[in-house]
Antibody, heavy 130, light 107 residues
Framework: EVQLVESGGGVIQPGGSLRLSCTAS????????MHWVRQAPGKGLVWVSR????????HYADFVKGRFSISRDNAKNAVYLQMNSLGVEDTAVYYC???????????????????????WGQGTTVTVSS | DIQMTQSPSSLSASVGDRITITCRAS??????LAWYQQKPGKVPNLLIY???TLQSGVPSRFSGSGSGTDFSLTISSLQPEDVATYFC?????????FGGGTKVEIK
């Protein structure tokens, strides 16, 4: 069964840090771009970050640039989101999602075929509160 | 950044009704648009990508159309299991923004 499982959420004080993990099973993570999407309580979906297949290219939403860092370990079939300088506005369920079949050219691995985010984890809850 | 605006924000319709949700981009995004369904308390589920391509396993009563700045998601015959919030998402370039969502209920 194709599956993503997130972990690492919790309650953290403002200014603190957390590292979220997302582990894949049932497919080879290394062939896909991976994303983090968050959803504050009662609110809509917000795209946070994405990473290419070999971890050399990452993109971020403006509101997390300089605070969050996405990475991956294909040998462990895992993707991570390091979150620093957390604020109350970062309180949300964080989803890991698969999106984009990546491929490499002679010069880079930054290209992909995107067909939407077709596999989502169950989410991990981050609560920032004093 | 390109903004994605969905309308209506909520709607109530009867079983069997045809409903349409619209999504407007503040600039052209060609056909780089996806639609997701999120049932209450559940994880989002991909319905449509490339504006009109139905994801495998999605019922044929769902359809998408549009290109450029104006897109729509149509449910041809609303079913009780379609109660959910629907989100559009652009993916022409980052940020891969979502629309604000449309909550669909049964009358």
């Amino acid at each position: 069964e194709v599956q993503l499982v997130e972990s690492g959420g919790g309650v953290i004080q403002p200014g603190g840090s957390l590292r979220l993990s997302c582990t894949a099973s049932g497919f080879t993570l290394s062939g896909y771009w991976m994303h983090w999407v968050r959803q504050a309580p009662g609110k809509g979906l917000v795209w946070v970050s994405r990473i290419n297949i070999d971890g050399t290219t990452a993109h971020y939403a403006d509101f997390v640039k300089g605070r969050f860092s996405i990475s991956r370990d294909n040998a462990k079939n895992a993707v991570y989101l390091q979150m620093n300088s957390l604020g109350v506005e970062d309180t949300a369920v964080y989803y890991c999602a698969r999106g984009g079949i990546g491929y490499c050219t002679p010069t880079s691995c930054a290209d992909y075929y995107y067909f939407g985010m077709d596999v989502w984890g169950q989410g991990t809850t981050v609560t920032v509160s004093s | 950044d390109i903004q994605m605006t969905q309308s209506p924000s909520s709607l109530s319709a009867s079983v069997g009704d045809r409903i349409t949700i619209t999504c407007r981009a503040s600039q052209g995004i060609r056909n780089f648009l996806a639609w997701y369904q999120q049932k209450p308390g559940k994880v989002p589920n991909l319905l449509i990508y490339h504006a009109s391509t139905l994801q495998s396993g999605v019922p044929s009563r769902f359809s998408g159309s549009g290109s450029g700045t104006d897109f729509s998601l149509t449910i041809s015959s609303l079913q009780p299991e379609d109660v959910a919030t629907y989100f559009c998402q652009k993916y022409d370039s980052e940020p891969l923004s979502f629309g604000g969502g449309t909550k669909v209920e049964i009358k």
